[in-house]
């Protein structure tokens, strides 16, 4: 198969790019970072070329803004694209910027495909569901930030295709695993605090961090989803382990992997506004989607690749 990964040097699309190579043609579209930041300090764009080092496909850097990236893809006639390239960072609260890349160029993704005759699995995301109350199911949504919001449009937008093209939207709960170091502040918290704790330092949490539940997901059942939305019905469709944990919960895994009993520190949540409390994925039968990895089992998974980074990029 031919196949396009949007912002594939990012942390979601590099994995799988690296687990489909082997049988597939690749080629992977990114901005890539540069010194462009959002207004709340974080970069613009996280695709980092060390997540591609053992990538053998195509890259081609260029803006999903750009009609010479949509030639680019043209050319290429894949039958597949994996389109994972947006403004990634939930915090980010200029509203003209994270809609204008989100989705404006998502309708263009869809008629492209359309036109090409590809497959089209596309990145939604939990963040849609706001505060509603768990399990959280499709049908019920109140994003509560313009990011949250971007997904929320991009669901409706692709509705309106569904007896056009195979389009399927995935939304991802809060995802961790290798791959996502370069996202800097943004990585899951199983990498930042399983880095304070190998640096010796207490465990930052938000107060009450023992009743902030989240749906953590390993990364590994992110890449089994996109497989599985290759042949499900189109639409949109839960991506988490189908149980909520708490960032305690993080914390003490990790000590207990790593041997360490280090007292936490609890510091007041900045973004307590648009923040969600409590998600756990509804999964859908119909989508033959089995996540495979308990926080447990995931974190122990990861382990080594944290170990590795913690070694040649944090204490370098
Ligand atoms: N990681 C999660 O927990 C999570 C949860 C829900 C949804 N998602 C969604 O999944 C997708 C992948 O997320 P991720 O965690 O890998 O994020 P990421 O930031 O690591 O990856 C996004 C990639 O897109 C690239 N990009 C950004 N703007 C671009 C543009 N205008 N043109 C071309 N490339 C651009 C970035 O350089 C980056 O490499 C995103 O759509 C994100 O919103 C992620």
New binding site residues.
């Given amino acids: 198969m031919k196949i396009v990964i ?2 594939g ?5 590099s994995q799988l790019a690296l687990n489909l190579q082997k049988e597939n043609e690749i080629l992977i ?5 540069s010194g462009e930041l959002l207004e709340n300090g974080n970069l613009e ?3 980092h070329f060390k997540n591609l080092l053992e990538f053998d496909g195509s890259l081609f850097v ?4 750009d009609e010479k990236t949509f030639k680019k893809i043209r050319d290429f006639k894949p039958d597949i694209i994996f389109h ?5 960072d939930t915090t980010a609260y200029n509203q003209f910027k994270v809609l204008d ?1 989100n989705l404006n160029t998502f309708e263009d993704f869809i008629k492209l495909s359309i036109e090409l005759n590809a497959k089209l699995i596309y ?5 849609v569901y706001g505060d509603m109350p768990s399990p959280q199911r499709v049908g019920f949504e109140e994003p509560k930030n313009p990011y949250a919001f971007s ?1 929320f449009m991009m669901d409706k937008m692709a509705k309106k295709y569904y007896d056009k093209a195979h389009i399927v939207g995935l939304r ?4 961790y695993g290798k791959g ?1 170091f370069y ?1 800097n502040k943004t990585a ?1 918290m199983v990498v930042q605090f399983a880095h304070q704790i190998l640096a010796g330092h207490k465990p930052r949490l938000f107060e009450g961090s023992d009743k902030i539940f989240r749906d953590f997901t390993y990364i590994k059942d992110v890449i089994s989803a996109n497989l599985a939305a290759l042949d499900a019905k189109c639409g949109v469709y839960n991506v988490g382990s189908g149980k909520a944990r708490t960032f305690q919960d993080i914390v003490d895994i990790l000590q207990s992997e790593l041997g360490t009993n280090l007292p936490c520190e609890y510091i007041p949540n900045p973004y307590v506004k648009a923040y969600q409390f409590h998600t756990e994925a509804k999964l859908d039968e119909s989508f033959a989607y089995r996540p495979q990895f308990s926080l447990e089992e995931g974190i122990k998974d990861y382990l080594d690749e944290i170990k590795r980074l913690f070694e040649k990029e944090v204490n370098a």
């Fill in positions: 949007t912002g040097a990012g942390f979601i699309g579209i990114d901005k890539m970072r764009s996280f695709g260029g803006d999903i803004k994972e390239a947006a403004i990634s890349t990145a939604s995301s939990a963040s997904k991802y709960f809060n995802v996502e996202k899951s």
